[in-house]
């Protein structure tokens, strides 16, 4: 028999000699025989390839490859359920995540078993020693490669939680097993399957994997006692809870009891325990439905609080059941002292009342601070007629922009507007009626405006447009858009029977274009930007109102 078809039998050994290193050091607990189980579960990959290479029938052959790979999807799920559990991380076996690992495994392993048109695997030779795999196995694949990154996952989650300093040991144990699987596999897909046309088949590289991850599986469990925590906890803490712990058999005899329900219950091991002479007299109304389901539902948890006559302290009583394969053994009950805890309820209670009623107090004058605020904000920015900016705010954000354009050679135009003979309006239909015009003036100029361009009034019956990012050609349009609309546009006034239509002369200024001396202000430097507007404006009535007149740089 060639020395190939060994190498997978001597891996095969070694795992079976850990095994039994397993039986014979260690505490057997219902924990140790499902990983008994898994661990068995590793023997059979070593021992498919090794019959593969020693038996003759092609279907005996193909037998032991799909047993091989059945097995291999099952061996992942047992990667991550024990790597879950030796890293602490129980709270993520939920029936979501059970459901999203088993069915694709189950999916996989039925599509190994059925082998669909030799989609799985086809023989080379009429044999299956030498063979040719088909899709399901780079899908099997696939999933034993996710498999490998949901264990590290795991392990990355328990490396970053508030135990990781108690687990590092047996996680980064966890960790080079994983690895070493995982390379050991990725060496095999890649020598035996990827290159198997180039190179001759080298056996036992997936084995070898096997055997060195459940070595450091056997050392986690072995060195950091992972599965005797139940023990040592009932060993090496119960004495050392703050809180009574008291263990019945199903006859309320006294199993065991702790240091610290002493205070509570004069109690020793073999006493017969009777809660309703541990209560007060007289029960107050919670007491009795405690006892009622107590003594008639002890399958169910029951729960009191209480002011204990002995010892004058409110004590929290909790009795639940003991259960082993749907049978009920005994009960657990438990004794808290909750007086400090009851008292301090009681005072932050009555804090957090205090702390409410000032803080809706200080939540409505600061809301009445933001509506004041607001308010006076928009009265120092807005015109308090027509409600566009004022000329203020149009200087304040100038003097913030306009000297970067200059400087930047953005493009930036300003339109100074002007009502034509608005004087007229006011002389034949009253103040009122001008005031009227304003308003629907700015209305109309604000719908073709974007949310960057600001329009304050200037002064008067003069507005003046900052366009940012805007060249002189495309100024000219919106200018041309503006003047159309006013001019189309009609004005009603309640107590005038003909609409008031008005027209528009404008002036534009290119801001990009304007020359700026040295060393000038921004003051200064705005000033002469809106003498060259108002010239342009002054041109435009000049040529016979209802004109735009760009100004000459």
Not at 318 to 332: Q, T, Y
Not at 342 to 359: G, P, S, V
Request: proline share 4%.
């Amino acid at each position: 028999m060639a020395l190939a078809s060994w190498i997978d039998l001597i891996m095969c050994f070694l795992l079976f000699l850990l095994l039994i290193y397993i039986v014979a050091t260690v505490t057997i607990t219902k924990l140790h025989k499902v990983y008994l189980a898994f661990h068995f579960s590793m023997l059979i990959w070593p021992y498919c390839q090794f019959a593969i290479r020693t038996v003759d029938d092609p279907l005996y052959q193909l037998f032991y490859v799909k047993l091989a790979f059945v097995d291999a999807s099952l061996l992942g799920l047992g990667w991550i359920f024990f790597t879950i559990l030796l890293a602490g991380q129980s709270q993520l076996l939920t029936k979501k995540v059970m459901a999203a690992l088993l069915i694709p495994a189950v999916l996989t392993s039925l599509g190994v078993v059925l082998n669909p048109y030799g989609w799985f695997v086809r023989p080379v030779n009429g044999g299956y020693v030498e063979r040719i795999y088909g899709p399901i196995f780079w899908i099997s694949m696939t999933f034993l490669v996710i498999n490998a990154l949901v264990s590290m996952y795991v392990v990355y989650v328990a490396l970053t939680s508030n135990q990781a300093a108690r687990i590092k040991n047996q996680v980064m144990y966890m960790l080079k097993g994983i690895t070493a699987l995982f390379v050991f596999l990725m060496i095999d897909v890649l020598l035996n399957v990827i290159l198997d046309d180039y190179l001759p088949v080298i056996p036992g590289f997936t084995s070898l994997g096997i055997v060195v991850s459940a070595t450091f599986f056997v050392i986690t469990i072995h060195q950091d006692k992972v599965f005797d925590i139940v023990t040592i906890a009932h060993q090496d803490i119960i004495n050392t809870m703050e809180y009574g712990i008291l263990v019945l058999d199903d006859q309320e005899q006294v199993v065991e009891i702790n240091h610290s329900l002493h205070p509570y219950i004069p109690l020793v091991t073999g006493a017969t325990f009777n809660m309703s002479s541990y209560l007060p007299d007289g029960p107050p109304m919670e007491i009795e439905p405690f006892l009622q389901k107590y003594r008639e539902y002890p399958l169910e948890s029951a729960e009191v609080e209480i002011l204990h006559p002995l010892i004058q302290m409110v004590v929290s009583i909790h009795a639940a059941p003991i259960m082993v394969s749907g049978s009920r053994v005994g009960r657990i009950v438990t004794f808290q002292n909750v007086t400090e805890i009851r008292r301090l309820i009681d005072e932050t209670n009555q804090q957090n009342l205090i702390l409410k009623e000032r803080n809706d107090s200080l939540v409505k004058v600061q809301a009445e601070l933001f509506q004041s605020n607001g308010k006076l904000r928009k009265l120092a920015i807005t015109d308090s007629l027509t409600g566009c900016y004022n000329r203020h705010f149009l200087m304040q954000q100038l003097e913030q922009d306009v000297l970067r354009v200059s400087d930047t050679r953005t493009p930036s135009t300003i339109i100074l507007i002007d009502i034509d003979f608005f004087k007229k309006i006011n002389d034949q239909h009253g103040h009122l009626a001008g005031d009227v015009v304003l308003c629907s003036t700015v209305e109309l100029l604000q719908r073709s405006l974007r949310p960057s361009d600001i329009l304050a009034r200037y002064g008067g019956e003069e507005f003046i447009i900052y366009l940012p990012d805007t060249n002189g050609a495309e100024a000219r349009l919106l200018a041309e858009q503006l003047k159309s609309e006013v001019e189309h546009n009609t004005i009603r006034i309640d107590y005038i029977d003909e609409p008031v239509s008005i027209t528009i002369s404008l002036g534009l200024l290119s801001i990009a274009e304007f020359k700026i001396p040295p060393a000038m202000d921004a003051t200064t430097y705005l000033n002469e930007l809106f003498k060259s507007a108002d010239k342009a404006l002054y041109a435009a009535k000049h040529q016979g109102r209802n004109q735009i007149v760009a100004a000459e740089v």
